[in-house]
């Protein structure tokens, strides 16, 4: 039988206790003290010889801390193991998959080398931005989808007369498969984001949404931009409640309260990034993967 044991970082410490608890796999505790400069000293204990190591670490804000804390915890794991996963449920920098001006950085693919670098065999993420971040990994790698679990908890909602609601084309399969799942019909707007100022227009013109609940399926809400924008188009266009499900909520620059603001009546998010609207648990499909 393969055993695993699971370390987790600062930043996903009740998700992998909660991955550990489903695999019946020891939790090994990492000790993380931050030193007033921002550097981290990570200290943990033994390790049971043979078993494959999970490291459980999201690169949520601050970002490079929790990515160079990833980075440390699994090359000292190498040390002691041959076989490292790396379970990194929010993949920061997914969104710099690509050269989308001249002369930019294509981070992800530098954070997927470092990963390897480090001593990962394996990678497993959650709702990765995109198909492109993903295959800058030249390792194993499996990506979660989130969208059954999330689904799940809107159907026990049972609203009425439901539609969902992709805030970009991107977004279309995502809120394809969240509807088919509630077994109800979506739509996808269009968006625009300006590259340079990351300011975010609706450029959609008329949508049927009158009276309906909206439920508007996102990947990461970040500063909120493109829910309030698509918020207050779809308010305009007199719909009823609007609900929103995303996988990772970063909720920078106020996020949060400006979705509320826009009359947005409840947002619900996974423990990728563990936030107040973290009500639905992963653990059990990250676990079901790993098995
Ligand atoms: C964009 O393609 C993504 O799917 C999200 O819509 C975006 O990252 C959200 O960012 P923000 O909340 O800053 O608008």
Not at 68 to 73: C, G, K, R, V
Not at 211 to 215: A, E, N, P, Q, S
């Given at each position: 039988?393969?055993?695993?044991?699971?370390?987790?970082g600062?930043?996903?410490?009740?998700l992998?206790?909660r991955?550990?608890r489903?695999?019946?796999?020891?939790?090994v505790e990492?000790?993380t003290?931050?030193f007033?400069?921002?550097?981290s000293?990570?200290?943990?204990?033994?390790?049971?010889?043979n078993?494959?190591?999970?490291?459980?670490?999201?690169?949520?804000?601050?970002v490079?801390t929790?990515?160079?804390?990833?980075?440390?915890?699994?090359s000292q794991?190498?040390?002691v193991?041959?076989?490292?996963?790396?379970?990194?449920?929010?993949?920061?920098?997914?969104?710099?998959?690509?050269q989308?001006?001249s002369?930019?950085?294509?981070?992800?693919?530098?954070v997927?080398?470092?990963?390897k670098?480090a001593g990962?065999?394996?990678?497993?993420?959650?709702?990765i931005?995109s198909?492109?971040?993903?295959?800058?990994?030249k390792?194993?790698?499996?990506?979660?989808?989130?969208?059954?679990?999330?689904?799940?908890?809107?159907?026990?909602?049972?609203l009425?007369?439901?539609?969902?609601?992709?805030?970009?084309?991107?977004g279309?399969?995502r809120?394809k498969?969240?509807?088919?799942?509630i077994?109800?019909?979506?739509?996808?707007?269009?968006?625009?984001?300006?590259?340079?100022?990351?300011?975010?227009?609706?450029?959609?013109?008329k949508?049927d949404?009158r009276?309906?609940?909206?439920?508007l399926?996102?990947?990461?809400i970040?500063?909120?931009?493109?829910?309030?924008?698509?918020?207050?188009?779809?308010?305009k266009?007199?719909?009823?409640?609007?609900f929103?499900?995303?996988?990772?909520?970063?909720?920078?620059?106020?996020a949060?309260?400006?979705?509320?603001n826009?009359?947005?009546?409840?947002?619900?998010?996974t423990n990728?990034?563990p936030?107040n609207?973290?009500?639905?648990?992963?653990s059990g499909?990250?676990a079901?993967?790993i098995?």
């Open positions: 039988m393969v055993k695993f044991a699971v370390i987790a600062n930043a996903s410490k009740d992998g206790k991955i550990a489903k695999l019946k796999a020891p939790y990492a000790k003290r931050v007033p400069d921002g550097e000293k990570i200290t943990f204990g033994r390790i049971q010889k078993s494959i190591i999970l490291v459980v670490q999201s690169t949520y804000p601050p490079d929790n990515l160079l804390q990833a980075l440390s915890i699994i794991a190498r040390k193991s041959s076989k490292i996963y790396a379970i990194i449920p929010y993949m920061g920098y997914a969104r710099q998959d690509r989308f001006l002369g930019e950085v294509v981070t992800m693919s530098i997927a080398r470092m990963l670098s990962a065999q394996k990678i497993v993420v959650v709702d931005h198909k492109i971040a993903l295959n800058h990994f390792i194993p790698k499996e990506n979660i989808s989130a969208i059954p679990e999330l689904a799940k908890y809107f159907k026990r909602m049972k009425k007369d439901a539609l969902v609601v992709s805030p970009d084309m991107g279309a399969l809120a498969k969240f509807a088919s799942l077994d109800t019909d979506f739509i996808a707007l269009k968006k625009s984001r300006n590259r340079n100022t990351g300011k975010v227009v609706i450029q959609s013109s949508v949404v009276g309906k609940d909206l439920i399926v996102d990947d990461i970040s500063t909120g931009g493109s829910i309030v924008k698509a918020t207050q188009f779809l308010k266009q007199k719909c009823k409640r609007v929103v499900a995303c996988t990772h909520g970063l909720f920078v620059e106020g949060e309260k400006k979705i509320k826009a009359g947005v009546s409840r947002i619900i998010s990728t990034i936030r609207t973290s009500k639905v648990d992963i499909v990250i079901d993967s098995r």
